[in-house]
């Protein structure tokens, strides 16, 4: 299994402004994910993070308006920009794990834009 | 694209109560993942099943994989307040260890 932390745990932002939210694993990990998840229904996927290349987004999510780092194994950070309202979401980084791929959470980061 | 199409879609009954919970695909995969998610938690992984026709244990939880791979479910005998959360299946998709996940059931269960 994993540890992982995230921080802040919630925020509320005003429109027009950026959020950098920060994942911390307490071991190292080649991939990172980042989702956004509405409460009470699934996760989508925003991009994948591996240590020392560019993360890899899905397709709705861009590079411009998510910007990840991941300047290590143990850690990584996910921008929202230029926020609005559509923004507000719950964003949660995994770690995957183990021989089938599992993954292990942080706890999320709720957002509010208003 | 792999979809996951988990049903019911909401569900509230009593303590004491049994019920299933089901994932379907039109796809078959390499093997399937349940998770949980309790309000202001990141989801935590319960099981995997790989094997077709595979039927793991957990406590009163027991989960079921389809003999062609395409389904699965869980059932939950004599559910506990606990049990209540957002119940999710995945599975692998796309490669480098992403899954799909599917749509979700959300459990309650009350005193």
């Known amino acids: 299994s994993a540890v992982i932390s995230q921080k802040p745990s919630r925020d509320i932002c005003q429109r027009g402004t950026s959020l950098t939210i920060q994942c911390q694993v307490d071991?190292?990990?080649?991939?990172m994910f980042w989702y956004r998840q509405q409460p009470g229904q699934s996760l989508t996927l925003i991009a994948t993070?591996?240590?020392?290349?560019?993360?890899?987004?899905e397709s709705g999510f861009v590079i411009d308006k998510f910007p990840i780092s991941r300047p290590n194994l143990t850690f990584s950070t996910l921008t929202v920009s230029n926020m609005s309202p559509e923004d507000s979401s719950i964003y949660l980084c995994?770690?995957?794990?183990?021989?089938?791929?599992?993954?292990?959470f942080g706890p999320g980061t709720r957002l509010t834009v208003t | 694209t792999q979809l996951l199409e988990q049903s019911p879609q909401f569900l509230s009954i009593q303590e004491g109560e049994n019920l299933t919970v089901y994932c379907n695909s039109s796809?078959?995969?390499?093997?399937l993942q349940w998770y949980r998610q309790e309000p202001g938690e990141g989801p935590v992984l319960l099981v995997t099943?790989?094997?077709?026709?595979e039927v793991k244990k957990l406590k009163r939880l027991t989960f079921q994989f389809g003999d062609a791979r395409k389904d699965s479910s869980l059932h939950i005998t004599a559910a506990q307040p606990g049990d209540t959360g957002l119940y999710l299946c995945?599975?692998?998709?796309?490669?480098?260890?992403?899954?799909?996940f599917g749509t979700g059931t959300q459990l309650k269960v009350e005193l």
């Open positions: 995994s770690v995957a794990r183990d021989t089938f791929g599992e993954q292990y």
């Open positions: 071991s190292q990990v080649t991939m």
């Open positions: 993070a591996n240590q020392g290349s560019e993360a890899t987004y």
């Open positions: 796809s078959v995969f390499s093997s």
């Open positions: 099943v790989v094997t077709g026709g």
């Open positions: 995945a599975g692998p998709s796309g490669g480098g260890n992403k899954l799909t």
